[in-house]
């Protein structure tokens, strides 16, 4: 079974940077039928994808983070990252990460999407911002 | 401020049927993408409830139903059950944001 465990620091002060890191068992991170993705959820409030990552490296973020987003992958060790710099408040929020499945292409007025969904996920690692 | 949009919260008494909608735009769920659901059970991580619309994910019982409509979504849950309680999640793809996005989030609350 399909297990994700996230591991990192708990606690950063503002205007460091977080480093995250999924730790996937149970299953290849090199295979072609998925991404790797990030979602936060601040305390009491809803959920936020950060990123995905495909086991070549290959990666893309979500607009609203993307300066301060990166994402890595190492299959030799079956586990992929996420770096968030210049932390704030607002950054404190739990993180997940989780198994990007690929779904079905869409092609809307000419342009070709594939459709992600999270099929499986990890608990989560809270982290807080604060001086 | 989510790109989807949830009630904060619904109820229901136990064999009872609810309905959770998620209302999105001509840029998400209006243009054509997929909207699936996720379960947040108190204390846990989210699990996968409903893909592509209306595919219930392995295990998941035929209680659960998915559709959508326009530029909105529902997810049907009959014979309410006090396992049920808990945060349910839509998401789906934006293409004016090129990426996923998350409703935020409805609390099923089981009487």
């Known amino acids: 079974q399909l297990q994700l465990q996230e591991s990192g620091p708990g606690l950063l002060k503002p205007s460091e940077t977080l480093s995250l890191t999924c730790t996937v068992s149970?299953?290849?991170?090199?295979?072609?039928?998925?991404?790797w993705g990030w979602i936060r959820q601040p305390p009491g409030r809803g959920l936020e994808w950060l990123g995905s990552?495909?086991?070549?490296?290959?990666?893309f973020y979500n607009p609203s983070l993307k300066s301060r987003v990166t994402m890595s992958i190492d299959t030799s060790k079956n586990h992929f990252s996420l770096k968030l710099t210049s932390v704030s408040a607002a950054d404190t929020a739990l993180y997940h990460c989780?198994?990007?499945?690929?779904?079905?292409?869409?092609?809307?007025?000419?342009?070709?999407?594939?459709?992600?969904?999270?099929?499986?996920w990890g608990q989560g690692t809270l982290v807080t911002v604060s001086s | 401020q989510s790109v989807l949009t949830q009630p904060p919260s619904v109820s229901g008494a136990p064999g009872q049927r609810v309905t959770i909608s998620c209302t999105g735009s001509s840029s998400n769920i209006g243009a054509g993408y997929d909207v699936n659901w996720y379960l947040q059970l108190p204390g846990t991580a989210p699990k996968l409830l409903i893909h592509g619309n209306h595919n219930r994910a392995s295990g998941v019982p035929d209680r659960f139903f998915g559709s959508n409509s326009g530029s909105s979504a529902s997810l049907a849950i009959t014979g309410l059950q006090a396992e049920d309680e808990g945060d349910y999640y839509c998401?789906?793809?934006?293409?004016?944001?090129?990426?996923?996005?998350f409703g935020g989030g409805t609390k099923l609350t089981v009487l």
């Open positions: 998401q789906s793809y934006d293409n004016s944001l090129s990426g996923s996005v």
């Open positions: 989780a198994r990007v499945r690929r779904g079905t292409i869409t092609i809307i007025r000419g342009v070709r999407t594939e459709q992600h969904y999270f099929d499986s």
């Open positions: 149970g299953g290849s991170i090199s295979s072609s039928n998925y991404y």
């Open positions: 990552v495909y086991y070549d490296g290959s990666t």
